[in-house]
């Protein structure tokens, strides 16, 4: 009974370089949010998506960052032409209906370090 | 604006005594709480939540965590720590009248908790 899983969980890119993080939610799950946690802070939303929809992108930084969630495969989180600013952890998590009450369960994160 | 308070960063606690973690939210319409755990380089651990009801809610590993509204709070306890629940503790609240921002939850920033033996 797999939980979410996000891959890699560390990545090194250097400024102007590409970031593709990845997610595959929970068995039976077809909501998945991305949050972003910086060095002592709480984590920060970013965006909702369901199947093949993006339902809330609000948290997102509307340059260089975008997120997909296709009918086949994991969630990507693309980051293009990275900047030091983008180090910090991402998590994934994901719920079975995306009702209000519904539980959002996490992954173990992938660490960005831009050099 | 929806936010939440963890006004301690740091809880230092004896084993075998009991713990409290505060946190304090400030929502536009009805609150959906949660508390989570994150250990060192691992993701975030649900441990219980409030939706309705009983103001007392329990969860996994022997944690509890009480409701008031008039206070605006979720405060997370324990009667007898253990040593393994040293970690990061996490409070989080969801807004149940936000329309399309309904799927994001707002997070404090934390609380290390530091049980020694």
């Known amino acids: 009974n797999a939980g979410v899983m996000q891959n890699p969980r560390h990545l090194v890119r250097r400024r102007g370089q590409e970031a593709r993080l990845r997610c595959s939610p929970m068995?039976?799950?077809?909501?998945v949010y991305w949050y972003r946690q910086l060095p002592e802070e709480g984590l920060k939303f970013m965006v909702y998506l369901q199947k093949e929809n993006i339902i809330d992108e609000s948290g997102m930084p509307k340059e260089r960052f975008s997120a997909e969630f296709p009918k086949e495969g994991p969630s990507i989180l693309r980051i293009q032409q990275v900047v030091r600013g983008d180090s910090a952890a991402y998590f994934c998590?994901?719920?079975?209906?995306?009702?209000?009450?519904?539980?959002?369960?996490f992954g173990p994160g992938t660490r960005l370090t831009v050099l | 604006a929806q936010s939440v308070a963890q006004p301690e960063d740091q809880v230092n606690v004896a084993e075998g005594n009991p713990l409290t973690v505060k946190c304090t939210y400030s929502?536009?319409?009805?609150?959906?709480l949660f508390w989570y755990v994150q250990y060192p380089n691992r993701g975030l651990q649900f441990l219980l939540k409030y939706i309705t009801g009983d103001n007392l809610v329990k969860g996994s590993y022997g944690f509890e965590a009480e409701f008031n509204k008039s206070q605006t709070s979720f405060h997370l306890k324990k009667p007898s720590a253990l040593v393994s629940d040293s970690a990061l503790y996490f409070c989080?609240?969801?807004?149940?009248?936000?329309?399309?921002?309904?799927?994001?939850?707002?997070f404090g920033r934390g609380t290390q908790l530091t049980v020694w033996p």
């Open positions: 068995k039976g799950h077809s909501h």
């Open positions: 929502v536009s319409g009805n609150p959906y």
């Open positions: 998590a994901s719920s079975l209906s995306g009702g209000v009450t519904d539980t959002q369960y």
């Open positions: 989080a609240v969801r807004d149940a009248n936000r329309g399309s921002t309904l799927g994001r939850l707002y």
